[in-house]
């Protein structure tokens, strides 16, 4: 009796053990997940960043060129002047073309972006429009402000409003997965040097992580082809310039 008693204890302090050490196995398993899930986490908040400052840097560099070179871009181009804008104001635009025009545009810069994120200007090419589109909008504040004062602020407002909104996060969002993709494949490897079959199929999963993104862009082009047009318009005829053929 005592040696099957004993033989017993053995079996059971030896699931114990297992148990125990199976236990701790996962603990520490799962410990490793959290910590890279929070380093992950955190290397998106970091990239992330770079990039607004990157938009915010082109925002700067825009007002900042448009004040310096105010004379050769503005008055001697006719940019934004009120001819223009009155023209602007009386436009009945065609909707579907005009959709069709932003769909290629944004769309199409999209696809590129995505491209080229599977080559080593993939980082490169999402911070260069990062900066591009808010040179693009400091210049529009900087020429509006110089011209009108404050109320330019209306017409900046009118011109960029509700549809911006909608496409810079979005495209704050592909330029991450994009720059997270070109990092992945040549600055830190795709895990286990995969390739062929597997590699594609990384691709493709990386792929789809943008699809987000883009879907959030063709919305975005839906509200500058249908809704920007009418505000712009009001806009206009709300914008109180000294100008007689504005008002």
């Known amino acids: 009796m005592?040696?099957?008693?004993?033989?017993?204890?053995?079996?059971?302090?030896?699931?114990?053990?297992?148990?125990?050490?199976?236990?701790?196995?996962l603990i520490r398993q799962k410990n490793t997940e959290n910590?890279?899930?929070?380093?992950?986490?955190?290397e998106e908040a970091e990239q992330m960043a770079k990039l607004l400052y990157t938009l915010f840097f082109g925002f700067f560099a825009g007002i900042l060129?448009?004040?310096?070179?105010?004379?050769?871009?503005?008055?001697?181009?006719?940019?934004?002047?009120?001819?223009?804008?009155?023209s602007v104001k009386y436009l009945e635009?065609?909707?579907?073309?005009?959709?069709?025009?932003?769909?290629?545009?944004?769309?199409?810069?999209a696809a590129l972006l995505a491209v080229l994120a599977t080559t080593y200007l993939g980082?490169?090419?999402?911070?260069?429009y990062q900066a591009w589109s808010g040179l693009a909008i400091g210049i529009l504040t900087a020429g509006s402000m110089i011209r009108y004062g404050v109320k330019g602020i209306l017409l900046v407002l009118g011109s960029l409003l509700p549809q911006q909104l909608i496409l810079i996060p979005a495209f704050l969002m592909l330029s991450l997965k994009c720059c997270e993709l070109c990092k992945n494949l040549y600055f830190r490897g795709i895990p286990g040097g995969i390739s062929?079959?597997?590699?594609?199929?990384?691709l493709l999963k990386k792929g789809l992580n943008m699809t987000t993104a883009i879907t959030l862009i063709a919305a975005?082009?839906?509200?500058?082809?249908?809704?920007?047009?009418?505000?712009?318009?009001?806009?206009?005829?709300?914008?109180?310039?000294s100008m007689k053929n504005i008002l």
């Open 65 to 86: 060129g448009m004040i310096l070179k105010q004379e050769s871009l503005l008055y001697h181009t006719g940019f934004l002047d009120s001819y223009t804008l009155g």
């Open 196 to 202: 062929g079959r597997d590699r594609f199929r990384f």
């Open 93 to 109: 635009p065609d909707t579907g073309k005009l959709l069709t025009a932003v769909l290629m545009q944004r769309l199409g810069m």
């Open 35 to 42: 910590g890279l899930r929070i380093f992950r986490q955190s």
């Open 2 to 25: 005592l040696a099957y008693l004993g033989g017993l204890s053995h079996i059971l302090n030896g699931i114990y053990r297992k148990s125990f050490f199976m236990a701790i196995s």
């Open 220 to 241: 975005g082009c839906f509200v500058e082809a249908y809704i920007n047009p009418r505000i712009l318009k009001l806009v206009l005829r709300l914008f109180c310039f």
């Open 123 to 128: 980082g490169v090419a999402a911070y260069f």
